[in-house]
């Protein structure tokens, strides 16, 4: 609520700030578009009930993109598709590797933290699933955390009046800016939590979610 008052107050639009990944395709697919028009129609309705509206900001993840073993070409490409789709619909977009770049240029990244056994043993699971990188997928589950801890302190630094957007559920809770109200949701409708960048281009609809972006 302070968040939102705050963009009344000021008479600016609300607001969110969301990573989007990159995973297997190479080209942009129905479910990103799919999962981009849900974000619209949540802009909309914001729209209808306070005249500045809702402005989406998507952090395209570079840095997890190279971490995870995808050639940066691919990404940029990919990347590249998702957001000529994202400004057709109005949202604006960055890489999280300029985030993290702008973090250390004002010292808003700090030292890193642990994960607990809990976010750990979650990690590893799913880089077993997505982790193409050098080294073992346990290291892979590791270094994913680290960078996160430094991110999450950057993207709080850079969109310090947003609301945080996730996929994720709220056990993932620690790898998000604790300084932002965070806004769990669906990711094309409801019932449906899986990333639309790890949707095969023709998916089977399932409510199943997949944790890291």
């Known amino acids: 609520m302070p968040v939102v008052e705050a963009a009344a107050r000021a008479g600016r639009p609300l ?22 028009d849900y974000l619209g129609q949540l802009a909309e309705r914001v729209r209808q009930v306070y005249a500045p509206g809702a402005l989406f900001r998507l952090i395209f993840t570079d840095t997890h993109a190279s971490l995870n073993g995808h050639p940066a070409e691919a990404a940029d490409a990919y990347f590249g598709a998702i957001d000529a789709a994202a400004q057709a619909r109005g949202f604006a977009s960055t890489r999280l590797s300029d985030v993290v770049a702008f973090a250390r240029e004002i010292g808003a990244d700090t030292p890193q933290e642990e994960p607990t056994g809990e976010i750990l043993a979650s990690l ?19 270094d994913y ?12 630094a850079a969109f310090p ?53």
């Open 15 to 36: 607001e969110f700030v969301l990573y989007w990944g990159k995973g297997p395709r190479t080209g942009i697919a129905a479910p990103d578009l799919a999962c981009l």
């Open 145 to 156: 955390h680290r960078m996160n801890m430094v991110e999450k302190r950057a993207v709080a």
């Open 161 to 213: 009046e947003a609301v945080f957007v996730t996929f994720n559920g709220s056990e993932f809770r620690d790898l998000f800016p604790a300084t932002m109200p965070v806004f769990y949701m669906y990711s094309l409708r409801r019932g449906v939590g899986v990333k639309p960048w790890f949707m095969d281009a023709q998916p089977a609809a399932q409510p199943a979610g997949q944790p890291v972006a």
């Open 124 to 142: 590893i699971a799913c880089a077993a699933k997505w982790y193409r990188g050098e080294g073992s997928t346990e290291q892979g589950a590791l």
